[in-house]
């Protein structure tokens, strides 16, 4: 069922298709779908949240029931085990740890003309995380976009993730939440989750920016708002590819295609390899670890449609058809991955070397989880400190300095029609020239 | 027609009101339309540009006329002045001095417990920058959004740019882009454009972000595009708000604010003041500057639509409002303007003190005239050398480091319901042991 392809155009239209899967005829409809929730959310506010979250969790909520309790809070650090709660902490410090280089810094350069320039860094006022429920309840989500805000000192950070059937919330992600230093959660999921964070209610706060991942709905609702808010990416299914040479591992490779199969139907898992032994060798693997997989069903429907194996003839040919996929994750499986790594152009996270598994990347090594998918690695990056801050230029000219410019702004004003532009600095100038005398 | 506004309570609403002047009913119809152009060009590339041209620019145009042509490059200096040319040149040099600074590294740290971690820096592909032709056909857009590009190192930059009456394009517009290093420039407007760059067609290519302001069409094709591509921003209409104290200027402040409001229509133009006396002043003086103004009407309909001034008790309680605002120009005319900054929270970028008009900023000073409007600084930043860059995250674990985090990841990948995940580590840890034997 995982196919085998050896030639190069073959596999570049499979690529293609597998790039492309989740391009939906439906979305126009759904999209009139999401638009309805948002006007009514905007318009009605938390009367719209109960409405919405009857119709389609099936859960009657009051108002004061929104916003989880802190009983509920304590008592979730009771529902987890201290192993879990251990590994949640481990994420915590080691994704802070990574988080905190290069956070971006303001600068000021104080010239020689008379000319002050600089840039200054601030956070914004308020962030909303949003955090899927059902299939994909990870405490992970929360650790990768919780941190990242927190240390870009946002002072109010909101996390809002769909009620469970009898309105409960997985236990490890309000742990987890916690443990990142978020307090404020909201049972709301959805495209009403996101109206509320882009519009604001009588319960939850209206933020700047909305992040984390979701369902075709909470996607086509962030990108609607975008624009209100600011958004950190469109998330589309999980991907996997991985650049081996004869000397991985077949288990462990077959592991990792697994590992990204596993996630969703519409996961994809490709493995671009220079030996048809290893190619043969993991299929064979990988039907193997799927007899007694407990995720059997939907991890056999994600190899059998978006599962792909290429044989080519180069590592540096394989390098080519991942820059042309972009992946989100890519692993280097190969004897001198650092050498590999001058032809890759495009990918969200890198693993390099055999024992990089990307698990170690999903959980706790330290960078962001939240990768761009789809081919969109081609412009976009993981999510990060920046997400959740922004910056103002800063300018200043002392009276000299204008005047040194006032002709080259008066030319180019002109030049553009705009007569008040070349006021603005020749009015100055002539002040000027006149306090002179 | 200037009003002059003294009740807090009666400046929020009527900043709220500015801040939302892009509110368009008319939006839902005009995206049926755009959505509609975008798909004639993914279906039938350079004939639907040619048929769009025609029926929107009423012009028509042979595909090999598309792309402009060497010569037509070349004849363009010698349609602008010398003192343009010198001014371009000028603007061209400072704007890349500004952004040669701080340019996103790559790094990679090796640590002591055997695992390496960084972030690698690549450029995009491909840019494809967006000019606006008509009213606001400026050579300072082409120069604001070609020179970041030109600093990030993209291998292929693009300019699309619609043909006026005679199917030509401003020279300076042409000189412009030539002095920031781009060649290839094609005659294309509207959403058409935008849809060529998304999806390329036989003329123009695929490109992987796009940049550049344009009307609500351009606008809106960018928003429907964004995904496939990566985008700027959604710009709106342009904005200053000015904080003034007793000391500053009339005669400039108006002048800046008509600077502001002869760009367009929707411009807004406020000033925040202590001084009763200066709001008045500034009032009287805008009106007489108005009388031969050049771009009168229009700049009349600006600022009596989205024109204000308040008199406000403190020099904070104008940082406050001007926070709720979140204008894309803020100017401080103010004795101290560095204390005062220490108050501000959102602007896209800031004109300190009384020798510095936004027109510096717009044309020559060096950082991004490119900036968030409609409150997006709350969230967003100045176009820059980042917006034509993303990153890869690297991860690289020794045999030993996966030994040590193998138990954590299996807990966590367990409480998440992701067996393969567990697997792909616990594997890799076990073949260890045994080869340790």
Known sequence: MLRIITQRAEALTELRRIC??????????????VREVLQAIKRQGDRAILHYTEEYDQIVLAPEELRISGSELEAAYHQVSSDLLEAIRL????????????????????????????????????????????????????????????????????????????????????????????????RIGGA????????????????????????????LAKKLVYGTVGIDSLAGPSEVLIIADGRANPVHVAADMLAQAE???LAAAILLTTDSGLAMKVVSEVKQ????????????????????????DSLEAAAELSNEFAPEHLELEVADPWSLL????????????????????????????????????????????????????????????????????????????????ADSVRLRVRGQLESDD
């Open 342 to 421: 001058a032809n890759i152009r495009h990918a969200g996270a890198i693993f390099l070397g055999n024992s990089t598994p990307e698990a170690v990347g999903d959980y706790l090594a330290g960078p962001n989880h939240t990768l761009p998918t789809s081919g969109s690695a081609r412009y976009a990056s993981a999510l990060g400190v920046e997400t959740f801050m922004k910056h103002s230029s800063l300018i200043q000219y002392s009276p000299q300095a204008l005047h040194r410019v006032a002709q080259a702004v008066d030319t180019l004003a002109t030049a553009e029609g705009l007569p008040s532009h």
């Open 20 to 33: 492309d899967r989740t391009h939906d005829d439906q979305v126009v409809h759904k999209e009139a779908t």
């Open 91 to 186: 994420a915590c410090r080691q994704v802070e740890a990574f988080h905190r280089q290069r956070v971006p810094k303001s600068w000021v350069q104080f010239g020689d003309d008379e000319v002050v320039l600089g840039k200054r860094y601030t956070p914004v006022d308020r962030a909303g995380l949003y955090v899927p429920g059902g299939r994909a309840a990870y405490p992970s989500t929360v650790i990768m976009n919780a941190i990242p805000a927190k240390v870009a000192k946002v002072p109010r950070i909101v996390v809002t993730t769909p009620p469970g059937p009898d309105k409960a919330v997985n236990p490890a992600v309000l742990v987890a939440a916690q443990e990142a230093g978020v307090q404020e959660i909201y």
């Open 263 to 265: 996630h969703d139907p």
């Open 192 to 219: 009403q989750a996101i109206g509320a964070l882009a519009y604001g209610t009588e319960t939850v706060p209206k933020v700047d920016v909305i992040t984390g991942p979701g369902n075709i709905y909470v996607t």
């Open 289 to 312: 670890q799927l007899l007694n997989h407990p995720r059997k069903v939907l991890t056999e429907k994600s190899i059998a449609h978006y599962g792909l194996v290429v044989v080519v």
